[in-house]
């Protein structure tokens, strides 16, 4: 399995920047892609940013040229450089780790995605 941990969230008036940090731990061999979510309250969990192992990466729309996704495999860490923050950006932020092996999890099920505890992210205006 693939134990995530996040960092670097915080408060920030509108227009300034913050960098995220997950670090993965456990079968991080077997990771194929990571990524960022976000979750707003009232609102579902949405992609903010995605990279493969290819380092490929893919945006949405509302973050594209303001958000980057980087990945350093040598220390399986993820992260996501946030500049000229906006309100709506206030979320809490959710690192993702895809793998290409199943494991069974603490129930019982066959999975390949990871999640972590997430770090909130708050914009002022």
């Known amino acids: 399995q693939v134990q995530l941990v996040e960092s670097g969230g915080g408060v920030v008036q509108a227009g300034g920047s913050l960098r995220l940090s997950c670090v993965a731990s456990?079968?991080?061999?077997?990771?194929?892609?990571m990524a960022w979510y976000r979750q707003a309250p009232g609102n579902q969990r949405e992609l903010v940013a995605h990279?493969?192992?290819?380092?490929?990466?893919t945006y949405a729309d509302s973050v594209k040229g303001r958000f980057t996704i980087s990945r350093d495999n040598a220390n399986n860490k993820v992260y996501l450089e946030m500049n000229s923050l906006k309100p709506e950006d206030t979320a809490v932020y959710y690192c993702n780790a895809v793998t290409d092996q199943y494991y069974t999890d603490d129930s019982g099920r066959a999975v390949n995605e990871y999640w972590g505890q997430g770090t909130q992210v708050a914009v002022s205006a």
């Open positions: 990279i493969n192992s290819g380092a490929t990466t």
């Open positions: 456990g079968s991080t061999f077997a990771i194929e892609a």
